[in-house]
């Protein structure tokens, strides 16, 4: 890699639930998210070159998994963020964090956000060695599939207009092209084709970037590359039949940049 070279790492689908551990659907396997991120953070410590800065790909925390009866408030979601900030201080690198359908937008900001009001919309901008990213917020409150509003699409315009000369990475939650798996494909990005229209007005986005689906997927259309990466826990089985998950191992992406050129693999955790 050249000097003008750097790399990043994308983790998602954290799941972080202080106070229990995850019942995996359709069987009696009980996972401990805390223990698999722990791992995760570790391996990244260990890649060379180091990480400039990770991106969180949103559902962060979960103790709604453990309360599906009801809606909980912020204050119930605070703990498992606390738990998730003191898991990602191993991490070599600073953290930018996306929303998913799990997380709490009061809770999040006020633990991993706190220089922003705790009603802040979680879509931002951000720069580094030449490269600009969008980050997006397809979070819609009491529903698994995610929406991205009139305002964020109008700033999501600006904002690529305003970078029309530096190669951009865009950062979402849900998937917003269909990805075959009939289950997950129930709970995507609703306005997914609006927002890759807008992109693909936008010649310097080559790269979208998203978790949600618990698995390694690429699919590309025209100039546009959507990567997703698994999850830091378990795993949706990509095999035909019922809806599964797998107890991992749990995943993470890890993403060169030079030259304005991307590459990337997953790295499994064993």
Not at 102 to 108: P, Q, S, T, V
Not at 240 to 252: A, E, I, L, N, Y
Request: with cysteine.
């Amino acid at each position: 890699m050249t000097d003008d070279g750097f790399r990043f790492v994308h983790l998602t689908d954290t799941h972080i639930m202080a106070g229990g551990t995850w019942r995996i659907r359709g069987g009696d396997v009980e996972f401990d998210t805390d223990a698999s991120l722990r791992r995760v953070v570790e391996t990244v410590t260990r890649l060379d070159p180091v990480p400039a800065f990770a991106v969180l790909g949103g559902d962060l925390a979960s103790p709604d998994i453990l309360h599906r009866e009801r809606t909980l408030t912020p204050a119930e979601y605070a703990p498992s963020y606390a738990r998730l900030k003191e898991i990602l201080k191993g991490l070599p690198c600073p953290v930018r964090y996306l929303m998913g359908n799990h997380d709490n937008l009061e809770a999040l900001n006020r633990l991993l956000r706190p220089e922003m009001p705790v009603t802040a919309p979680c879509y931002y901008g951000f720069d580094h060695t030449g490269m600009h990213f969008a980050v997006l917020d397809s979070h819609v409150p009491g529903h698994a599939d995610g929406a991205l509003d009139a305002a964020q699409l109008a700033w999501l315009e600006r904002d690529l207009s305003a970078h029309r000369d530096a190669p951009t990475i865009v950062f979402v939650h849900h998937h917003p092209w269909p990805l075959g798996h009939a289950w997950m494909d129930t709970m995507p990005l609703r306005n997914g084709a609006e927002l890759m229209g807008i992109l693909g007005r936008h010649a310097q986005v080559r790269w979208v970037i998203g978790g949600h689906v618990h698995s390694e997927q690429l699919i590309q259309r025209g100039a546009l590359t959507l990567l997703t990466t698994p999850s830091t826990c378990i795993q949706l089985s990509k095999l035909g039949g019922p809806t599964h998950f797998d107890p991992g191992p749990p995943g993470f992406r890890v993403v060169d940049v030079e030259d304005g050129r991307l590459s990337s693999y997953v790295v499994y955790v064993g």
